[in-house]
Every structure is written in C-alpha cells, then in structure tokens.
C-alpha cells in the first residue's frame, strides 16, 4: 500500500505528505525536480508516468495539470486517482472513466459540496454555496491561473440560461467570527454546482469572493474584459489568508466553515479521503459526497482547526 502525490513538493501537496505521514501512510512525493521527488516524473511522458506508478495504490493530482490521461492511466492499473481541481469541464470528463476515482476533493468543491449536501438535507430545495478565499494567501500558480481562466467564460446554470463568470451579485450571511466585512459574492463555476444540480434534482448555484472587496471587484471588472488579464496582479490584494465556505437552503438554513490557510483546508479533506480509501476501496468514479458525510469531516482530529457552525 503506497500513496503518490504528484506535485508533493507545492503548494497542497506539501500538507498532504505532512498530513498523511503522521497518520502512518506510506507516502512517495512525485515531481519533475530531482531535488525535492522521491519519484521523478513527467505527467506528459506515458513511459515516466508508467515507471512512476509501479507499486502505487492510489495517486492524488496536487500538481494543478488537468491531463485526462493520467487518470485513464491510473485506472487501467486499478489504482485510485484522487483529484483536487474545481474546472467543470475537467471533472465531467473525470466522471466517465472506467476505474476508481475521487472527484471533487479539496475546499471548493469538496468542504463545500458536503456542506451543500447538509443544507439539502434539511431543506429539500435549492442550494447556494458561496466560497471566500483569502486574497492575502500565498497561493499556487494553478489556483491563481484557475481563477484568471474563468475571466469571460460563461457556464450554464440551473434555468438553462448562461451566466458570465463573476457577476451576479449574491450577500450571504457570514458567521461572526469568520473576519470578512459584508459585501456581495458573485457566481463562478465550480464542478460541484453542476454535480448537485443533476442529482440532487434541485438548483444549486456557487458564489465566490474574496476577503477584499477591491478584489472581489476587480474580478468583476475583469471579468467585462478578459484581454485586461494580463493587466492583473499575481497576487491580489488583500492581507489575510481566512476562508470562509457556506450553503444556504431556500428556507434561509445556513450550514457553513472557517478556517486559516486555503491549501492546508484543501489538503486535511483530500488527507481525510485517502484514509477512507484505503479502508474501504472504490471500483469506479466517486463524488466525495458520495463517500463522506459532513459529519466526517466535522469530528475528524485532522480538520480540528476547522470551524463549523449552523445556524
């Protein structure tokens, strides 16, 4: 029984082989730098990738690339493929693999499609999920470069029609303690929204904003011309690295979580989903809510610097 995690030397990867180590799994950091992998590999070269997955027994993609072919690769050996990305299109192909695979793990999705779930269950209609990042964290390249890839692009909502990334402005409640000033969240597509849509049998929509309202309306703005990107910061402004995730039943229930760090929320889920796996395998592809509940999460010693409240 082996775990590799690809790009375990970034970002999420780095708390990921932190995390799963102290919980006594055995872990192979895999990258293209000699220095920092213990398995070199080359996600584009089909022999590397072959050589780097002899004698795995599941894989998680932290290195932000979204090849297809890896997972396809992965589960013609069986070997579970754990996927951190949020880009719709990415995980949708993800669903039609034909082995084991994990869709949907980390932050958003992930926390906040079992949240989602929460508030469906004590409301049986429509779900708003809304997603704050702090703008002052130290993110990766490929979380930055996710964002920004959004800019322009619409997605098609629940109604059929089609909506613009970052607008349509949202206010949801906030808990006290999660140390964001209240102003609108505006749409972006998150994988999960879709997921949940089909079949949950429901709307479910996802919102985005960051700490910083300046960014927030940056992203806005940007969003109107996409040409500008280049034009945008590597980092966005902003000081603080809280996120804040929630989800909103149509009766007004919230469910929601707060914490520091958006890698370290997005490595103790994908930690948390390792664990489970290697308990009880999976044969073909799987959203987490699908093999994990809220309450999972909730109680489990790895997330205990997560907050939860419901209200």
Same mark, same amino acid.
């Given at each position: 029984?082996?775990?590799? /995690? ?11 082989? $932190? ?6 799994? #055995? ?32 894989? /998680?993609?932290?290195? %932000?690339?979204?090849? @297809? ?36 793990? %980390? ?16 409301? $049986? ?8 990042? *702090?703008? *002052? ?16 692009? $619409?997605? #098609? ?5 089609? @909506?613009?990334?970052?607008? %349509?402005?949202?206010?949801? #409640?906030?808990?006290?303690?999660? %140390? ?37 309306? *940056? ?6 011309? #996409? ?14 690295? $809280? ?28 930690? @948390? ?23 999972? @999460? ?14």
């Amino acid at each position: 029984m082996a775990v590799l /995690v690809l790009g375990g030397y970034g970002t999420v990867g780095t708390h990921l082989v $932190r995390l799963l180590r102290a919980e006594g799994i #055995p872990v192979q950091v895999a990258g293209r730098d000699p220095a920092r992998a213990e398995r070199v590999v080359d996600i584009g070269d089909s022999a590397s990738v072959d050589a780097a997955l002899t004698g795995i027994t599941l894989v /998680v993609n932290c290195v %932000g690339a979204e090849d @297809i072919r890896l997972a396809r690769s992965c589960a013609e050996r069986g070997i579970t493929f754990v996927d951190i990305s949020a880009t719709s299109d990415y995980v949708r192909s993800l669903e039609d693999i034909d082995g084991p695979a994990v869709l949907g793990v %980390g932050l958003a999705p992930g926390l906040t499609t079992l949240l989602a779930v929460d508030a469906f269950e004590h409301h $049986r209609g429509p779900v708003d999920i809304m997603i704050g990042l *702090g703008s *002052g964290e130290a993110h990766g390249p490929a979380a930055t470069a996710w964002t920004y890839r959004l800019l322009g692009q $619409r997605f #098609p909502d629940a109604d059929g029609t089609r @909506i613009r990334n970052f607008t %349509g402005r949202q206010r949801f #409640p906030l808990p006290e303690d999660a %140390g964001y000033r209240p102003f609108p969240a505006v749409r972006a597509d998150f994988a999960d929204q879709h997921r949940l849509t089909r079949e949950l049998g429901v709307p479910v929509r996802t919102y985005l904003r960051l700490d910083s309202r300046l960014a927030t309306l *940056g992203l806005a703005a940007l969003t109107w011309a #996409p040409a500008l990107q280049s034009l945008a910061p590597a980092h966005m402004p902003g000081s603080s690295d $809280r996120w804040v995730a929630v989800a909103r039943s149509a009766d007004g229930y919230t469910t929601s979580a707060i914490g520091r760090g958006q890698s370290s929320a997005t490595a103790v889920v994908a930690a @948390i989903t390792v664990r489970t796996l290697l308990r009880t395998p999976i044969t073909a592809p799987t959203w987490i809510h699908q093999l994990l509940a809220l309450d999972s @999460i909730r109680h489990d010693p790895l997330a205990a610097d997560i907050r939860f409240s419901r209200s």
